[in-house]
């Protein structure tokens, strides 16, 4: 198993441009997050997914959009990016409840200059 | 919103001290989780504690969860240059409301 793959690794963008940042387990789990994490900070939910075809908005969901049309795949929508949206963004995974285990991918670091 | 509070932010030892974190809720938790995250990594979980008063070891690290479930440590024995990183406690309160992550504790070993 690869367990929670991320791509890209790393992107610049520009004021204004839009990406949107891959996310996708092998692991069949229900439940699946985004996270960003400021430089030297913890960690904070932007979406969140109990299923295909449901997520769910988190702390920070702002300036994001997210969708789940499978069970391996959580993309993260950014329009119209802003140097706030600088961050490191993880996803992470877990089984079948909301209280277990949550496996976290590589992360993106994302630079919006 | 729920809120689970971490102290140290940030805690320097020097190698063979020890080293304790501490996480706080106003609010009873169901349960609470423990990660660890490396320079340039990603979080990695530890331990889940679920009972009241509940103690796990792990080698060097003995995680406790508080009677009343509103608080955490984790403590680590005669640390090692190989512990440096950030413990994050993440708590759960009820229903289908995702896990509540502390700040974090960043722990720096001198050699």
């Known amino acids: 198993n690869a367990g929670v793959t991320q791509t890209p690794k790393f992107r610049i963008l520009k004021i204004g441009q839009s990406m949107t940042l891959q996310c996708a387990q092998d692991m069949n789990h229900n439940y699946m997050y985004w996270y960003r994490q400021d430089p030297g900070m913890g960690l904070k939910l932007i979406y969140y997914s109990v299923g295909a075809g449901i997520t769910d908005k988190g702390e920070v969901p702002n300036g994001y959009n997210v969708s789940r049309s499978t069970t391996e795949d959580f993309p993260l929508r950014l329009e119209l990016a802003a140097p706030s949206q600088t961050s490191v963004y993880f996803c992470?995974?877990?089984?079948?409840?909301?209280?277990?285990?949550?496996?976290f991918g590589p992360g993106t670091r994302l630079t919006v200059l | 919103g729920q809120q689970v509070m971490q102290i140290p932010q940030y805690q320097h030892v020097q190698e063979g001290e020890d080293f304790t974190t501490y996480c706080n809720s106003s609010?009873?938790?169901?349960?609470i989780q423990w990660y660890k995250q490396r320079p340039g990594g990603h979080p990695v979980f530890l331990i889940q504690l679920v009972k009241s008063g509940e103690v796990k070891k792990q080698k060097r690290l003995t995680f406790q969860f508080g009677e009343a479930k509103k608080n955490s440590s984790l403590h680590i024995t005669a640390t090692q240059t190989t512990d440096v990183g950030t413990y994050f406690c993440a708590g759960w309160y009820s229903g289908n409301t995702p896990l509540v992550f502390g700040k974090g504790t960043r722990l720096s070993v001198i050699a």
């Open positions: 609010t009873t938790l169901s349960n």
């Open positions: 992470a995974s877990s089984t079948s409840t909301i209280t277990d285990t949550q496996y």
